[in-house]
């Protein structure tokens, strides 16, 4: 059995393991750590000497992790994480530290909660790198906060999170029915709503929307007949066309701004929005700092 020399692995060393694992790529680990390649692969190869082993192997145009490489992936997240703490002495001054803060959300739908959480960070430390990632599906959280890739997140709640995930409430919107009222009238009934060509905002993964979960309690179904990826696209494709669609009121003060809205004519949960973060992450005071600049800008009393 090798003897391995722990005294000769630093915590950079282990950060760039790391970061080259979850992004399985050299270039990319180097942009995220505002790295060169050269500089990625030099620590990548001293650790290949300490441990003896390739940790990663050339795949086509890209790399994968060797059976080793897996198995060390989750120990060096949890110490790293241990190290952060050990470094953390609760005197967190946030006009000294100057990473990058980066936040996974869904841009396209939260564009004015996104800037209102933009204004007050560059207010509280002025020029700030902010990085704010595009969410996509529910089902990407835990994978985001967990690799890094995001320092926290905000999204629509779900029916449950991960345990390895901590939240905190926002603020909740009520969900109404848009349509281009050039075209048609509002939905005035259950039968109309049910029938209506509908057009949904679809960012993938196998999370279920409130409306739909509503309608499935009800033993309804509506016809769909288009999804999209992001609002900005479903406002263009119901603009001049008898769509409708069912969507947090919110949106009407950004994309959907040139579309009309009527009440939607089946009851509908609230649509809550959470902070959300690595449960990893509670005794940071960089996160605690941080949750706490985003719940001043964005928390408002739940409906």
Known sequence: ??????????????????????????????????????????????????????????????????????ALAPKVR????????????????PLQD??????????????PELNLVRKRLWEVTPGRKLIFRELGSRANLENFLEKGIADIAVTARPMAYSDMLHSLPLFSDESAVYYDAEIRKPIENVKEYCSARHANLDFGGPVKSV???????????????????NVWFLAQVIKDTDLVATLPKLLQKSALSGLAICPCPIPIPPVHFDLVWHRRDDESSRLTWLRQQMTAALARPET
């Open 98 to 111: 100057q990473s990058t803060i980066t936040i996974a959300t869904n841009g396209s739908a939260l564009a």
């Open 78 to 93: 949890h110490l790293l994480a241990e190290m952060e703490i050990l470094a953390d002495g609760g005197d967190y001054d």
């Open 211 to 229: 409306v739909e979960s509503a309608l499935e309690t009800l033993g309804l179904a509506r016809n769909m007949v288009i999804s999209v990826p």
């Open 1 to 70: 059995m090798r003897v391995v020399d722990t005294s000769q692995i630093s915590g950079r060393l282990l950060k760039v393991f790391i970061t080259v694992f979850d992004e399985m790529s050299v270039s990319r680990a180097a942009e995220r750590l505002d790295s060169s390649q050269s500089t990625i692969s030099h620590n990548i190869e001293k650790l290949r000497s300490i441990l003896g082993d390739t940790l990663f192997l050339q795949c086509g145009r890209g790399i994968v992790p060797s059976a080793r490489a897996v």
